[in-house]
């Protein structure tokens, strides 16, 4: 009972939604705490910034699980119809559709969902996002001591009040979401199958409708030229229901309106329902696996500790008795070597037990993994003609510094040029690490000293650090 209440993980769950960041902490499902940004969040700097207040005020530096939910101008969301295929050739196909798709010049990620409907026939739903932006979101949630488990597109949270509210299965809705500065427009099936996304980058009041009630329109006649046609409208978000009016009247289409969503937190909270196990779920599988690991291990040196005490708490009884023995029994010389030699065994077993307790706990050290990522990183920072010769990084205090050593092309003027370029990608996104000027003096004493006449490869020394 100890040990099972001991691992047990607070939960967290965090949206980042067009610039609006919420962040709330529950208890057996329910809210029990939350923080809102009060500013926007624009950048992944911004998220940092608010992130860490968030974990600061919700207690995240205890440990625990978070859950995200994410969207932006960036992350997009494409239907393509296509027949139902085996998983491996279904990502082979997307592969390729990615890079097609893909509104930025970036590296992506993506995820999808399979839609497979009677009524509407198969696809699937893509979703695309920028490579750094989730590794860094990841990270910052590591480096506050909480494990990512799920990163889901407000896509997926939307279409689940779809299949909440119970409609029937031949039915088809258009969501339509409005945000501070945005209005995004969904159409799902009644099982909650997103066929169509589109975002709109303006915030609907009562002078904007024509503007909102002009783009409803052509979303409606491109579903239909699709061969959908629209059964109902279902409006969610800020002053969502001061459009119910109008559209009813415009559209002659039963229009809904889901309670509280106006609210920023109702999108934490429905995130919940929402499974890891999601096709959608951007937070790769290695990095669900590696905190399933560190649980087990975790339960593993509690375990390992209770059998310790265990053994000590046997030991004294020990003692106890034959203190006991010798005042009432008088054959107790005759039992003595037995229970020395039961005593000696539950001593090495506890050593042992001691001795795998450490070992585990190394295994699970509280510093989350920054010198490893680094490290890992440094193959994609190098620049073309440098090589890498050795590399070291330690922590000192509440910071980690590192140092650099290898070689470059072999000339003073090549060297200089790839060193300002290898600089250049250890200062800027994610690590925005500070880099020493120690290597520019090296570089001119070598000048100095007739170094750009050295046929041979150029050395360099750099060092720095990064933030916390």
């Not at 006991?324 to 010389?333: C, G, S």
């Not at 193959?379 to 010769?389: S, T």
Request: hydrophobic share 45%; charged share 20%; glycine share 6%.
């Amino acid at each position: 009972m100890g040990v099972a209440a001991t691992v047990k993980r607070s939960q967290f769950a965090v949206s980042w939604i067009y610039e609006q960041f919420h962040a709330c902490r529950l208890q057996h499902g329910k809210v029990v705490e939350e923080w809102h940004a009060p500013i926007d969040v624009v950048e992944l700097m911004d998220f940092n910034v608010a992130f860490v207040r968030a974990a600061e005020i919700l207690g995240m530096n205890k440990g625990g699980d978070v859950a995200l939910i994410y969207e932006s101008d960036d992350h997009s969301h494409t239907f393509l119809e296509m027949p139902l295929m085996s998983a491996r050739d279904l990502e082979r196909v997307l592969e390729r559709r990615v890079e097609q798709e893909k509104p930025f010049e970036d590296d992506a990620v993506w995820s999808f969902n399979v839609v497979d409907s009677q009524t509407h026939g198969s696809g699937v739903l893509l979703h695309i996002m920028p490579a750094r932006v989730r590794d860094a979101i990841l990270r910052i949630c590591q480096e506050s001591h909480v494990m990512p488990m799920k990163m889901m597109p407000l896509t997926e949270v939307a279409s689940s009040f779809v299949v909440q509210q119970n409609y029937p299965a031949a039915e088809t809705s258009l969501l339509i979401m409005v945000f501070p500065q945005r209005v995004e427009l969904v159409v799902t099936d009644a099982a909650g199958g997103v066929l169509f996304v589109r975002e709109l980058h303006y915030l609907w009041r009562n002078d904007n409708y024509d503007r909102l009630h002009t783009d409803i329109e052509r979303t409606l006649l491109y579903v239909k030229q699709h061969q959908h046609a629209v059964d109902r409208l279902v409006l969610l978000g800020a002053e969502a229901e001061l459009a119910e009016g109008p559209l009813t009247a415009n559209f002659g289409l039963p229009v809904d309106v889901i309670p509280h969503t106006e609210h920023a937190g109702y999108w934490v909270r429905a995130l919940a329902p929402v499974p890891m196990t999601s096709n959608s779920n951007f937070v790769p599988r290695s990095v669900q696996r590696a905190t399933q690991r560190k649980r087990t291990l975790r339960a593993a040196t509690w375990l390992t500790a209770s059998n310790a005490l265990c053994a000590m708490l046997v030991t004294v009884w020990v003692e106890y008795l034959l203190w006991q023995q010798t005042q009432a029994d008088p054959t107790w010389q005759d039992r003595l070597s037995q229970l020395h030699a039961e005593r000696d065994s539950l001593l090495a077993e506890r050593s042992r037990l001691q001795i795998l307790g450490e070992q585990l706990q190394r295994l699970t050290p509280a510093a989350q993994p920054t010198a490893a990522h680094f490290v890992a990183g440094l193959g994609n920072m190098m620049p073309a003609g440098a090589v890498l010769g050795s590399a070291k990084i330690e922590q000192h205090e509440a910071a980690w510094r590192f140092e650099l050593n290898g070689a470059t092309e072999p000339t003073m003027e090549d060297a200089v040029k790839i060193l300002e370029s290898f600089t250049s990608n250890l200062a800027s996104e994610p690590w925005l690490a500070t880099v020493d000027d120690d290597w520019r003096q090296v570089w001119l004493e070598k000048l100095k000293t007739g170094g750009a006449a050295d046929p041979g490869l150029v050395g360099f020394e750099i060092s720095g650090g990064l933030p916390r």
